[in-house]
């Protein structure tokens, strides 16, 4: 919505187009100034180059008088006084500070000054008996109108009262009446077609200034609306997603307590609705963020395709429901890209090749491909796509075998956010498919030709989970169910609802890791509190960030601290990875 100041501005630059403005003055006098001051900072931009060539051609004219005429040396002083007048005057041209009036008075004695001078030049010679040309008139009058930038109303007065003087001097100097007439003839109309023409650049001008001003309004409008999804966006991630952050990890404690089958069928479909609104929520907040310009960055760097792939593939395998998942990558390949970004986009290709591919066979695999590229493929031998159907497959909640919206099919975004990813991460993305053939989506990434020479060392994290956690979380329901589940995989919990009862849970004794949400209700974040419990265990305690506003300055804050972030709704088999490779460090 526009502030009432720019929704007036606004009526009053419509209005303005409406009303015309063929006399070269706009009907509100705010609009006026403003438009002034735009043409003011817009001569002044371009004055550097206007003055030097203004100077070049009077120091070339005073040379060429003083070598080729006879009053060469009687003229040189004026040439050299009008040099000096400009010199002293560019500062007040220039001077952002200064009212547009004294910028504008200045820049118009200038002009009368250099005409002044050149009319003076060509009289002397002409008293003396030298018949000086007069195209320094004419140089000076195409300056005038078309160089300077002058407002048109005072290039007008400028110009036509130095014509007036040229002639009017001629005639009392007693030159020729045939001369006179002719050089007034000339420069009369050089005149005329110089008010036209400037008559029509300044009205060009105010036009493009009232274009402009609309397009900023319309430029500020857009990006209060993107302000307003914004917070619309992080209200609905923190305030939908503890919720459901808590319904998956008591729906994983239930499941965990009670082993009788009536629960364990019961505690299963819930923990399915969870996951599957989970999902619809995560699609459309991602789908959001994607849409508004800088909120997802893109943080390159080396990854290595084979385990990558081999760790997504594998994380499908309970999605899989009779469909044969093979990974083809027999060696290890380096590429460069975001791991994170790139995960959520395979992830979405997977998901959607195992939901509506009816497919018995997917196939990931990665293979060097030309130009230092390297190209991921995921196949599947489903039923296939017409090409109708590749050109709506990623429009946005577009389902082609989905026409009653069943809701476990998803909400139809996920290959507009691979899409979306894909452009964000420049990575080029082709379908190629055919009614009955399958689907193969096809991706390039570039090539890392020197991978890290330590990657190949790294040791596989433990699987085990013994250690003591410190749990800080001002939701008791979220608390409570994060401290059940982590009890019940065998670590020592302490929970916490706040900087003091954390700061007192450690002074009780150590701690292998801290697990904070990021919103608790403090003055300091969850990741200022993490790093205020580091300093007071004296040691970089391995540590977890759980949120439901993942954002790209939170994510670079956290990696600057080496603090892992979850997004909430935390599945709970990617909150025991992270726990897994965090309980490695302690």
């Not at 200045?106 to 018949?131: D, K, P």
Request: contains cysteine.
């Amino acid at each position: 919505m526009l502030s009432p100041t720019l929704h007036s501005q606004e009526r009053a630059l419509l209005q303005q187009q409406q009303r015309g403005y063929v006399g070269l003055r706009f009907h509100w006098p705010a609009l006026e100034q403003e438009f002034d001051r735009y043409r003011l900072q817009r001569s002044q931009r371009q004055l550097p180059w206007v003055f030097g060539s203004v100077l070049f051609f009077m120091l070339a004219y005073a040379l060429l008088d003083f070598l080729m005429t006879p009053l060469g040396w009687l003229t040189l002083p004026i040439r050299v006084s009008a040099l000096v007048l400009l010199m002293l005057g560019y500062p007040l041209i220039a001077g952002r500070q200064l009212a547009p009036k004294i910028a504008w008075s200045a820049y118009g004695a200038a002009y009368a000054v250099c005409g002044l001078s050149i009319i003076a030049v060509i009289y002397i010679n002409i008293s003396r008996g030298v018949n000086l040309p007069y195209d320094g008139m004419f140089l000076l009058f195409c300056y005038g109108y078309f160089m300077l930038g002058l407002p048109w109303r005072m290039t007008l007065l400028l110009s036509w009262g130095q014509f007036a003087v040229f002639i009017g001097l001629g005639w009392w100097l007693g030159v020729p009446l045939d001369v006179l007439s002719y050089q007034g003839l000339f420069l009369g109309c050089v005149n005329l077609i110089g008010s036209f023409g400037s008559y029509l650049l300044e009205h060009s001008q105010r036009s493009a200034w009232l274009n402009l001003s609309l397009l900023e309004i319309a430029r500020s409008q857009a990006e209060g609306e993107d302000a307003r999804k914004l917070r619309l966006l992080a209200a609905a991630s923190h305030d939908l997603r503890q919720p459901l952050n808590a319904m998956g990890l008591y729906a994983e404690h239930l499941a965990e307590l009670h082993t009788d089958a009536p629960t364990q069928q019961l505690t299963q479909r819930l923990r399915e609705s969870v996951g599957q609104l989970g999902r619809m929520l995560q699609s459309l907040l991602d789908f959001t963020r994607l849409t508004l310009p800088g909120q997802i960055s893109v943080q390159r760097a080396p990854l290595e395709l084979r385990s990558f792939l081999a760790r997504l593939l594998h994380e499908h395998e309970g999605q899989a429901q009779g469909t044969e998942l093979r990974l083809d990558c027999p060696e290890p390949i380096w590429v460069i890209t975001d791991a994170a970004l790139l995960e959520r986009l395979l992830r979405n290709l997977l998901s959607n090749a195992l939901r509506h591919a009816d497919a018995s066979l997917l196939l990931l695999s990665a293979c060097p491909a030309a130009g230092e590229q390297v190209e991921i493929r995921v196949r599947d031998d489903g039923r296939g796509l017409s090409a109708q159907e590749q050109a709506l497959v990623f429009e946005e909640f577009r389902q082609l075998d989905n026409p009653g919206r069943l809701a476990e099919r998803g909400l139809g975004l996920g290959l507009a956010i691979v899409q979306q990813l894909a452009q964000l991460l420049g990575h080029s993305l082709q379908l190629d498919s055919a009614p009955g053939e399958g689907s193969c989506f096809r991706l390039w990434l570039p090539a890392n030709l020197a991978p890290p020479v330590d990657a190949e060392g790294a040791p596989a994290p433990s699987n085990s989970l013994t250690g003591r956690v410190l749990v800080i979380e001002d939701d008791q329901a979220g608390r409570d169910a994060l401290a059940g589940l982590l009890q019940r995989w065998g670590l020592d919990v302490q929970a916490c609802a706040d900087l003091s009862q954390a700061q007192q849970a450690l002074a009780n004794g150590p701690v292998d890791v801290l697990i904070s949400d990021l919103r608790l209700g403090l003055a300091q974040d969850g990741l200022q509190v993490l790093e205020l419990l580091r300093e007071q265990a004296q040691h970089m305690l391995p540590a977890l960030l759980m949120t439901a506003e993942v954002t790209p300055a939170l994510v670079e804050r956290a990696a600057l601290a080496h603090i892992p972030v979850l997004a909430k709704p935390v599945l709970p088999a990617r909150l025991r990875q992270a726990l897994v490779r965090v309980l490695a460090q302690a």
